[in-house]
């Protein structure tokens, strides 16, 4: 009879339906406002981290940091670029002189490929230069959507996001845009951020992801936007 009972309480159990998460509420339009202003107020001028010489040099640059650090590409890069800073340069350096230079970094050897195609490309299809559309962009070797939004807004100042680990992260967990994969958190942040934010937008979300809003053990003491962020879990 025991058995019976406990099985039945088991049952039960299973057939309870799960609670649901509740949702934070969207932040208002002054809230954004108010996040985006003291961001600006902290950081005016925010820049990238990736060391460049050029469009072209910020173009490869981008390319070589998917799934490596700023920090890691900016070492193999400081050798690089100073011997190849144009498309030119970096055919006549060969794929093989290529992977040498840039061998510290994750993937290299077909970073190293893309490169070359990616420089032949523009040579043979753009006189040597930078497209300045996303879809131009999309069409290089080891060029997506994320590489083409940081090129277009450091290099031409377009107002683009481009949604990295950091700015996924950011987006979700504070709520300031909720999304499933990078292309709904950009789309749900260009339709929130004011215009006067929209160029540097990209940084500071970046930045704060990257050194405040951290993966394990956010630093929400110290964060710019506590008070405004929805994330229920938040340590202030």
């Not at 961001?39 to 799934?67: C, D, I, M, W």
């Not at 993937?107 to 523009?122: F, G, H, W």
């Not at 043979?124 to 994320?146: C, D, I, M, N």
């Not at 951020?193 to 630093?219: D, M, N, Q, S, V």
């Amino acid at each position: 009879m025991a058995k019976k009972a406990i099985t039945s309480r088991l049952k039960a159990a299973a057939k309870k339906p799960a609670k649901r998460t509740k949702a934070p509420k969207p932040w208002t339009q002054a809230e954004v406002v108010e996040a985006f202003s003291r961001f600006r107020k902290a950081n005016p001028e925010p820049k990238g981290e990736l060391e460049h010489l050029n469009p072209y040099t910020l173009l490869v640059a981008v390319a070589l940091s998917a799934q490596a650090t700023d920090v890691g590409v900016n070492k193999a890069t400081r050798h690089l670029f100073p011997v190849a800073d144009t498309p030119e340069k970096m055919v006549a350096l060969g794929e093989e002189r290529v992977r040498e230079y840039i061998k510290t970094i994750g993937l290299y050897r077909n970073k190293a490929k893309n490169v070359i195609a990616l420089s032949e490309k523009l040579i043979a299809e753009h006189g040597s230069q930078v497209p300045r559309t996303r879809e131009a962009l999309e069409q290089l070797p080891g060029v997506g959507r994320k590489t083409a939004n940081v090129v277009l807004n450091i290099a031409f100042g377009e107002s683009t996001i481009a949604v990295d680990t950091h700015l996924f992260r950011v987006g979700n967990r504070t709520g300031l845009a909720p999304g499933k994969n990078p292309l709904e958190v950009e789309l749900g942040l260009l339709k929130i951020i004011p215009a006067e934010f929209a160029r540097h937008a990209h940084h500071w979300l970046i930045l704060h992801g990257r050194y405040t809003c951290i993966a394990r053990k956010p630093r929400c003491e110290v964060c710019l936007i506590n008070d405004l962020c929805k994330w229920p879990e938040k340590t202030v």
